[in-house]
């Protein structure tokens, strides 16, 4: 295809070096205004002559807003439209412009080159964007529509989720018996800093000794997840993918908790001595406790 791209760029006109670069960028502005002019002929065709391609077009569309849904359960409708409507863009994009871009890199060099040739191509471009505005027009509603429809067909909430798997949780969806993996490296820490000087220099030192280990052996709030998923032995049958965009990938509480888990994780190999880093750490504890403890 770049051949052929390339091939039709140079049996277009030769470029007037006298013309300002303003003047051709108007031009090239002009003649894809054109182009997306062509939508209202696009959709008289579509309905007109084209209407089984029309229907296979918006039922492929509605397809993949419903698969994302799917796939997506768990999680509130608005990432799943507008993944919907990127991959419906995606496939306008693919089978207009991908099986026209010859005619419309050609179009686009010439008129870039000279202005002898612009009615021409302004009526490829109207025939190939015009078709392409629509088409994406169409697709992105039809797969908004399927993405809104499978949402309610597919959706979980956290009440729907087995009971016991989900004990301890507050108002935020955040599992407050997660506290019990941090408990440890909320201790040293605290016992480090000693800032009320109520800890003896043997205990301070024993703090020291563990931190690091207690911190190697924490998990991440997702991975306490899949933990708890692994260990699920309860009556009710687990969705796992909708559980997790449920409990994490769908709440951002829960996304920013495992983030902070993950960074606290990384200390393990800091200078625990430094008091920079301790007040880093520290400061990370206490925004971990106040997500799990709904602060």
Known sequence: MLDRVQSASQQAPQQDHGESWVDKARREASLIGEGLSGFSDAARDAFTQHKAETAAKVAVSC??????????RGRSLGPIAARSIGVASGLAFAVDVGDNA?????????????????????????????????????????GLG???????????????LPAELVPQMNARGISQDYYNKLFMVDRHINVIRNVEGKYTPDKVARS??????????LVTYRQYWNNEFANYKGPQPLDQTAAMNVLLNGNAQA??????????????????????IQERLY?????????????
Request: hydrophobic share 45%; glycine share 10%; net charge neutral.
């Open 102 to 142: 010859v005619q419309i890199a050609g179009a686009l060099a010439d008129t870039a080159r000279s202005d002898a040739n612009f009615d021409e191509n302004a009526q490829i471009m109207r025939k190939s964007l015009g078709k392409f505005a629509f088409d994406t027009a169409l697709m992105s509603a039809a």
């Open 283 to 295: 400061t990370r504890v206490q925004a971990a406790r106040g997500i799990i403890y709904d602060k």
């Open 255 to 276: 996304i920013r908790l495992n983030k902070i888990s993950a960074e606290l994780a990384g200390f393990q190999k800091s200078d625990l001595t430094d008091v920079n």
């Open 208 to 217: 020291y000794q563990e931190l690091p280990g207690s911190l190697q052996k």
């Open 146 to 160: 399927g993405s809104a429809v499978g949402h309610g067909l597919f959706n979980v909430r956290l009440g729907d």
């Open 63 to 72: 397809g993949v807003g419903l698969g994302l849904a799917y796939l997506s």
